[in-house]
C-alpha cells in the first residue's frame, strides 16, 4: 500500500501530462481495492466473533422488547444496537447483512415483526394497543410495516390464526 502512495505522490510531483490523470485514478482505484480486501477479510477470519455479535444482538433485541423501554424509548435503533455491541452502526449492519442476509434495521424489523406476531396470536390486545407496547409511536406505521413484512395486515393474521 505504500508503494501505491509513493506511486501516486510520484506522478503529482511529475510535470502533468495527458497520462497523468488516468495513471493517479488507476493507483487509488488499487488502493481502495486493497482497502476492500481488506475491510472483507474481516468478516471471514472472525466467524466465531461474528456469531457471538449475533448472539448477543438477538439477546439485546429480545430485552429490549421485554422490557418497559419501548414504551419509554420507542423503537430500538441500529444506533442503539451498536453502542450495545461496541461497533459502528455501518459495521454493525454490514456484519449482519454478512453473517444472516439482513442488514441492522432489518433485524431490527424482524424481530418486531416476529414479537408482534406472538402478541396478535396470544392476548386481546387491540392493534393500536399492541404497536405502542412495541415502541410504535404510530400504529398505522406498525400496520405498513407487518403488512410488507408478512403480505397481510395484523387484524388479517390473528383471524387467519
Do not use: W
Not at 482505484?29 to 466467524?47: A, G, H, P, S, V
Not at 433485541?61 to 418497559?68: P, T
Amino acid at each position: 500500500m505504500q508503494d501505491i502512495v509513493q506511486k501516486i505522490d510520484a506522478e503529482l510531483l511529475e510535470n502533468i501530462d495527458k497520462h497523468s490523470q488516468a495513471l493517479i485514478v488507476s493507483n487509488i482505484e488499487l488502493l481502495l481495492n486493497y482497502c476492500t480486501r481488506y475491510y472483507d477479510r474481516q468478516f471471514i477470519t472472525r466467524k466465531l466473533v461474528n456469531k457471538d455479535i449475533l448472539a448477543r444482538v438477538e439477546k439485546e433485541l429480545q430485552e429490549y422488547l421485554h422490557s418497559s423501554l419501548p414504551g419509554e424509548k420507542g423503537l430500538p435503533t441500529v444506533k442503539f444496537l451498536a453502542d450495545k455491541m461496541y461497533l459502528s452502526s455501518n459495521y454493525l449492519s454490514d456484519l449482519l447483512k454478512r453473517e444472516t442476509g439482513m442488514n441492522a434495521q432489518d433485524r431490527i424489523h424482524y424481530y418486531l415483526i416476529e414479537e408482534a406476531k406472538n402478541m396478535l396470536l396470544n392476548s386481546n390486545k387491540s392493534v393500536s394497543d399492541l404497536a405502542y407496547s412495541l415502541g410504535f409511536g404510530y400504529p398505522q406505521y406498525f400496520s405498513r410495516l407487518f403488512k410488507s413484512k408478512t403480505g397481510m395486515t395484523p387484524v388479517e393474521y390473528r383471524n387467519m390464526n
